[in-house]
């Protein structure tokens, strides 16, 4: 579950992370993003995490330390990622921007992900780190839904600041 490091240093740097989550057993599945994370946490960061199911059953998660909310979006597929995209973007407009919180690096882990980041970035000049987990070529049964994923695949890898 999120979690926020408070570092003792006196200049607070803060990490914004949207990702899609595996649960089983309502137990989540970590996985290299969590490297990234712990690596930022020794770094001094303090994390935000933002953890959408991959599934799109349950709800979407979001937490700073202990403090977890959980925000319920409907539909799966498309509709859902839309919503998601929505999500993250307005998050970071009421967390951060209107709260005049800095943040330092949004972690976008998948393409649907980055696309937050990037209209984050648009407004915002926060860098971003797009991390790519699993990319397949063929993706979806749907050439449709391929071709789109593909094209956010491309342009997420040639417009982040960092790609890992």
């Known amino acids: 579950m999120p979690t926020k490091t408070r570092s003792n240093k006196s200049k607070e740097k803060n990490v914004l ?6 649960y089983k057993k309502g137990v989540v599945k970590k996985g290299g993003a969590d490297y990234i994370i712990d ?12 953890e959408h199911p991959l599934d799109g059953v349950g709800p ?6 202990k403090l977890v909310k959980k925000f319920l979006l409907i539909g799966s597929g498309p509709v859902r990622w839309v919503q998601e995209i929505a999500f993250n ?5 009421f967390s ?28 915002s000049g926060v860098k971003v ?5 699993d990319y397949s070529e ?7 839904l ?9 342009f997420a890898v040639r417009n982040a600041d960092i790609v890992t």
């Open 129 to 133: 780190h797009f991390h790519s987990v």
């Open 17 to 22: 992370v949207f990702v899609h989550r595996i």
């Open 146 to 154: 391929n071709k789109i994923y593909n094209f956010i695949y491309n």
């Open 138 to 144: 063929h993706r979806f049964e749907s050439p449709l």
């Open 60 to 65: 979407t998660h979001f937490g700073a330390g």
């Open 96 to 123: 951060f921007s209107l709260k005049k919180r800095k943040c330092d690096l949004v972690l976008a882990v998948d393409p649907l992900n980055f696309i937050a980041g990037d209209i984050i970035r648009s407004f």
């Open 89 to 93: 973007t307005f998050l970071f407009l």
């Open 39 to 50: 690596y930022l946490s020794k770094k001094n960061f303090d994390t935000y995490l933002v």
